[in-house]
């Protein structure tokens, strides 16, 4: 699916063939107008928001991250394998006229605004991702490609499991392991004494009884 490569999806005119939006469905003109490119993070440009997010309402207990951007993509592909990781949105998506199956990937982000609750930005791993924790059924479905960047975002993608899977069979709940240095966390407590807790959470804890900050170094 060459289609996919970097680009920001501003409205679906502007969309160029060769971005990820131009596998996207053309957005209904009854859509409200946040929802052609209202970013709801803080703007870093006094100009204007950030690009490339798209902001609209939607019910978060409606329907999946699976169905909902299904619903999107345009006839000629299918999402084929999924996952959502840490709020980002993974899927590997099949060209049904060439069967090439490459990495679909949306950032999403709810907030609390009446208006425009749910944003996404979205972008193939063309552009060389820095979200690399895509579930190993999205890249086992991939299929093969010569694309640099998308080769290195597959390999941080697979380095990802790879460390994943180490700890898993080396480290059994309840494994402590000693730093050779002391950190130091911003509730004024240090260690270098942590406790493995299998987890995605806070998969380490620190030693149960840190050691305090001098007052001289906490002010």
Known sequence: MSAIRCGHRESASRARPDSPSALLRPLPATFPRCARGRSTEPAP????????????????????????????????????????????????????????????????RWTNDPDCNFSYKDLGENCGPGDHKAPKAVLNALTPTTNEYALAWRAQCRAHHAQRDFLRQRLKPGSQVRLTHTLTFTNGTRSDTFTYARGDRAPWLPDPRPQPLPRSELA
């Open 45 to 108: 440009d006094p100009r204007g928001p950030a690009m490339g997010w798209t902001s609209y309402q939607r019910d978060k207990n409606a329907e999946t991250n699976e169905v909902h951007f299904a619903k999107k993509l345009d006839d000629s592909y299918k999402i084929i394998a999924h996952g959502t990781v840490e709020g980002v949105f993974y899927a590997a998506v099949r060209d049904q006229t060439t069967s090439e199956v490459t990495a679909f990937i949306a950032l999403t």
